[in-house]
């Protein structure tokens, strides 16, 4: 298994500011996404942080709004830019061993609320 | 494109009831069939899962069965207790696209009752 930590764990943020959310995990892995879930509802895939390249974005997700940084293999941020009430929402990690590995781990969520 | 389709959304069940859960899928591309439980303030966490070329896999309390030509397949929680009270989404996921990168259902909250 490996255990994610995501930082910070909540946070209040004006709207037209950045935060930036951090994902560690304890051990190397091969694939690591960033999930956004909005209250009460299912979690979307936002991207693939990618280790050394950009990331991959699903459609409706773009990197000027939601730029993505992996400088290792445990390791990714998520930076949420320009913020507005529509963007609060619980933001999650994961992360997989790739290959024939068929778990994710997730971490427990950054919960952001944009005022 | 939602697609993944999960019912019911919401569910209350007895203690000691059965607890059902069903989903269905469109891209029978889509080989690997986990179901995930989230408790409130938690990530969601693996519970069970099932590849295509099974009809039902249990463990414990929990049984998947899988309907392939259907493209349906659901989760039963027998002897359903309060502490089963939590989330749950089913997904899917591929081997081309990475088995981690997972497409989720819209969720079931579920409720067991004393």
């Known amino acids: 298994s490996a255990v994610i930590s995501q930082k910070p764990s909540r946070d209040i943020c004006q709207r037209g500011t950045s935060l930036t959310i951090q994902c560690q995990v304890d051990s190397q892995v091969t694939m690591m996404f960033w999930y956004r879930q909005q209250p009460g509802q299912s979690l979307t895939l936002i991207a693939t942080a990618n280790q050394g390249s950009e990331a991959t974005y699903e459609s409706g997700f773009v990197i000027d709004k939601f730029p993505i940084s992996r400088p290792n293999l445990t390791f990714s941020t998520l930076t949420v830019s320009n913020m507005s009430p529509e963007d609060s929402s619980i933001y999650l990690c994961s992360a997989g061993r790739g290959g024939m590995n068929t778990e994710a781990f997730f971490g427990q969520g950054t919960r952001l609320t944009v005022v | 494109q939602q697609q993944v389709k999960q019912s019911p959304q919401s569910l209350i069940v007895q203690k000691g009831g059965i607890s059902i859960i069903n989903c269905a899928y469109e891209n029978t591309a889509f080989d690997y069939f986990p179901w995930y439980q989230q408790f409130p303030g938690k990530g969601p966490a693996l519970l069970i899962a099932i590849r295509p070329d099974v009809s039902e896999k249990k463990e414990g309390r929990f049984t998947i069965s899988f309907n392939k030509s259907a493209k349906q397949f659901s989760l039963h929680i027998m002897d359903s207790q309060p502490g089963d009270s939590a989330t749950y989404f089913c997904?899917?996921?591929?081997?081309?696209?990475?088995?981690?990168?997972?497409?989720f259902g819209t969720g079931t909250k579920l409720q067991v009752i004393p």
């Open positions: 997904a899917a996921s591929l081997r081309g696209g990475g088995y981690q990168k997972v497409t």
